[in-house]
């Protein structure tokens, strides 16, 4: 049994549903649990899968006791989107040494905090038997040198329903997703006033639903404020977090727009990225981080280190320009991707052994 840990996961929202679906679906002859937040019980596919469990106000409380009743169980527990405090918490769970093989803390990236590098240093020392996976080289090498059991394992995918396949008309600007700073959400807003100051008539869909918080920060409402006065008429902006088909449906005919900010996907991996690429999406992008180097390897799109209205706009327009070539290389980049992102290297680098730690 796969006991996957995921207090976020209360809705569609995020990476949190794709990434938990794809694990629970390689999990050999279903055997997992999933304990979630107390809304997924309304959605989730499975219904003898899923456990609704954490209140968002405390889900590290929770996620302490859930952890010291985990670690007395048989079966294995996989946390999906660890954090620090993930760490602090199974220490503090159990009685003592956590047994081999049986704790996995999938991290997506690291902070550079240098305290919490140092904490997590420490703890290794008391857990050595903790399995960090994560999802980028870097990652893996910043855990092992802590002295973590780590490896790398690609963000994992569901399998898709149908294969990508190319469009050969442009229809809309895409800015998929929860709305996030770090994301660059301000810098969308001032490329729809650009647009607007412009007199263009670029159609542009815009997600400005809120994480899995469900609530946004004020710096975020600024935003979706100026974007609702911005005069532009060739906006929408999509307010509700979507089902994953009408997720994956504004993709066709789109050119994706991600301005995330450099310093914070570096070595971070977007889950908005990779679906866009699996529906043939052409992809505007930030150069010099780890989705730019992606897009750029398969030259299904562009990555720009010129993020302001008129450099986006200059990459829109190339994208456009020759809409049908660059589809057609994101629907061939679906292919490889889909094999390299499979979670049957989660569930290998889990179920099977791995003496020199590497997936």
Same mark, same amino acid.
């Given at each position: 049994?796969?006991?996957?840990?995921?207090?976020?996961?209360?809705?569609?929202?995020?990476?949190?549903?794709?990434?938990?679906?794809?694990?629970?679906?390689?999990?050999?002859?279903?055997?997992? =649990?999933?304990?979630?937040?107390?809304?997924?019980?309304?959605?989730?596919?499975?219904?003898?899968?899923?456990?609704?469990?954490?209140?968002?106000?405390?889900?590290?409380?929770?996620?302490?006791?859930?952890?010291?009743?985990?670690?007395?169980?048989?079966?294995?527990?996989?946390?999906?989107?660890?954090?620090?405090?993930?760490?602090?918490?199974?220490?503090?769970?159990?009685?003592?040494?956590?047994?081999?093989?049986?704790?996995?803390?999938?991290?997506?990236?690291?902070?550079?905090?240098?305290?919490?590098?140092?904490?997590?240093?420490?703890?290794?020392?008391?857990?050595?038997?903790?399995?960090?996976?994560?999802?980028?080289?870097?990652?893996?090498?910043?855990?092992?040198?802590?002295?973590?059991?780590?490896?790398?394992?690609?963000?994992?995918?569901?399998?898709?329903?149908?294969?990508?396949?190319?469009?050969?008309?442009?229809?809309?600007?895409?800015?998929?997703?929860?709305?996030?700073?770090?994301?660059?959400?301000?810098?969308?807003?001032?490329?729809?006033?650009?647009?607007?100051?412009?007199?263009?008539?670029?159609?542009?869909?815009?997600?400005?639903?809120?994480?899995?918080?469900?609530?946004?920060?004020?710096?975020?409402?600024?935003?979706?404020?100026?974007?609702?006065?911005?005069?532009?008429?060739?906006?929408?902006?999509?307010?509700?977090?979507?089902?994953?088909?009408?997720?994956?449906?504004?993709?066709?005919?789109?050119?994706?727009?991600?301005?995330?900010?450099?310093?914070?996907?570096?070595?971070?991996?977007?889950?908005?990225?990779?679906?866009?690429?699996?529906?043939?999406?052409?992809?505007?992008?930030?150069?010099?981080?780890?989705?730019?180097?992606?897009? =750029?390897?398969?030259?299904?799109?562009?990555?720009?280190?010129?993020?302001?209205?008129?450099?986006?706009?200059?990459?829109?327009?190339?994208?456009?320009?020759?809409?049908?070539?660059?589809?057609?290389?994101?629907?061939?980049?679906?292919?490889?991707?889909?094999?390299?992102?499979?979670?049957?290297?989660?569930?290998?680098?889990?179920?099977?052994?791995?003496?020199?730690?590497?997936?």
């Amino acid at each position: 049994m796969l006991h996957i840990v995921e207090p976020t996961l209360n809705s569609f929202t995020g990476h949190c549903y794709s990434l938990v679906e794809a694990i629970a679906q390689a999990v050999p002859e279903g055997k997992v =649990c999933v304990w979630a937040g107390t809304q997924s019980g309304k959605f989730w596919p499975v219904k003898d899968q899923i456990r609704p469990y954490f209140f968002q106000s405390v889900r590290k409380i929770q996620s302490f006791f859930l952890f010291r009743k985990l670690l007395k169980k048989p079966g294995k527990v996989l946390v999906s989107t660890a954090v620090s405090t993930d760490f602090l918490l199974l220490d503090w769970a159990a009685s003592g040494k956590i047994p081999k093989d049986k704790v996995y803390l999938y991290v997506h990236w690291v902070g550079g905090k240098t305290s919490t590098a140092k904490k997590l240093g420490i703890l290794a020392q008391r857990q050595p038997n903790l399995e960090v996976l994560c999802s980028t080289p870097l990652t893996t090498e910043f855990f092992r040198l802590l002295g973590f059991r780590s490896a790398t394992v690609p963000y994992p995918r569901a399998v898709a329903a149908a294969q990508a396949k190319p469009m050969a008309a442009f229809h809309h600007l895409l800015v998929a997703g929860a709305a996030r700073m770090d994301k660059g959400f301000d810098r969308i807003t001032d490329l729809v006033d650009y647009l607007a100051s412009t007199q263009a008539t670029l159609p542009i869909w815009i997600q400005i639903s809120a994480t899995h918080q469900s609530t946004h920060g004020d710096e975020v409402l600024f935003q979706i404020n100026r974007l609702e006065h911005s005069g532009y008429s060739h906006q929408t902006l999509i307010e509700n977090t979507l089902s994953p088909t009408d997720y994956q449906a504004l993709f066709a005919g789109g050119i994706s727009i991600q301005p995330y900010a450099e310093v914070d996907f570096q070595d971070r991996v977007s889950g908005v990225t990779l679906d866009a690429l699996a529906a043939g999406c052409p992809v505007v992008v930030t150069a010099n981080t780890w989705l730019g180097r992606l897009v =750029c390897k398969h030259n299904a799109g562009i990555a720009t280190s010129d993020l302001s209205p008129t450099g986006l706009h200059a990459a829109i327009t190339r994208t456009a320009a020759d809409y049908a070539a660059y589809s057609q290389r994101a629907a061939r980049a679906a292919v490889l991707l889909g094999q390299e992102h499979s979670a049957r290297a989660m569930i290998q680098a889990i179920f099977e052994s791995h003496d020199d730690h590497d997936v």
